[in-house]
Each structure stands twice: as structure tokens, then as C-alpha cells.
């Protein structure tokens, strides 16, 4: 079993930036894509972002472009979420995620992962 915890969330104001983490107990951390999902309430959850196993694939919600960048750090085993300029509408709950195997395929379907952390919350104020 794979536990994943974020943290980082928290209170801000329109136009603030926020890095959320994640660590991860993967053994074999570096072979599996990241993400992170997000559920805003009375919504549906969504996906955010994406990171290949390496770091050097990318993808975005095209509501997050230009404003947010994924990373990861393979020796620690932990992926980071950096949102800049944070809107209302970005308050959520944002969820880390391990996808199922080592490709990048289907990657906007939630059940293209097995492993969910607990949710941590962004709270933008206007």
C-alpha cells in the first residue's frame, strides 16, 4: 500500500501563491507519473496536473496554465504543486496522486489511479 500525505494548503488571498507537497512511501517512486486532482465544493473532482515518472513531461488543466507548475524531487520522494495568482475559483481540496502504472496515458481519468492522498485545502479569498 502506497500513502501519500500533502501539505501546504491554507487561507489566501486573491493573487497569492501557494506550494502544496506530497510524500510519498513508493519504494519505486521515480518509475510512476504524479498528479494532483482537486475538488471544489458541489462540484465534481478534477483533474490539475501532471508530472512524467523523470520530470520532464508535463501537462495542465487549461484552467491552471501559465499560473502553476508541477515538480518533483525523486531522491525525496515528493512532488510539489506551485500556484501562482490564485483565483476564488482555485479553492478546493487538492489531491495527490500515484498513477496505476508507468505510462502516460489516460491521464485525466481518476481511475487511472489507484493512490489518493487525504486532501489538503486551498481556501483563495476575493
Known amino acids: 500500500q502506497v500513502h501519500l500525505v500533502e501539505s501546504g494548503g491554507g487561507l489566501v488571498q486573491a493573487g497569492a501563491s501557494l506550494r502544496l507537497s506530497c510524500a510519498s512511501s513508493?519504494?519505486?517512486?521515480?518509475?510512476?507519473?504524479m498528479g494532483w486532482f482537486r475538488q471544489a465544493p458541489g462540484k465534481e473532482r478534477e483533474f490539475v496536473a501532471i508530472?512524467?515518472?523523470?520530470?520532464?513531461?508535463?501537462d495542465y488543466a487549461d484552467s491552471m496554465k501559465g499560473r502553476t507548475a508541477i515538480s518533483r524531487d525523486n531522491a525525496r520522494k515528493i512532488i510539489y504543486l506551485q500556484m501562482n495568482s490564485l483565483k476564488p475559483e482555485d479553492t478546493a481540496v487538492y489531491y495527490c496522486?500515484?498513477?496505476?502504472?508507468?505510462?502516460?496515458?489516460?491521464?485525466?481519468?481518476?481511475?487511472?489511479?489507484?493512490?489518493w492522498g487525504q486532501g489538503t485545502q486551498v481556501t483563495v479569498s476575493s
Open positions: 513508493e519504494d519505486n517512486f521515480s518509475r510512476y507519473p
Open positions: 496522486v500515484q498513477k496505476r502504472d508507468a505510462t502516460l496515458t489516460d491521464t485525466y481519468r481518476q481511475d487511472s489511479y489507484p493512490y
Open positions: 508530472i512524467g515518472p523523470r520530470g520532464s513531461y508535463f
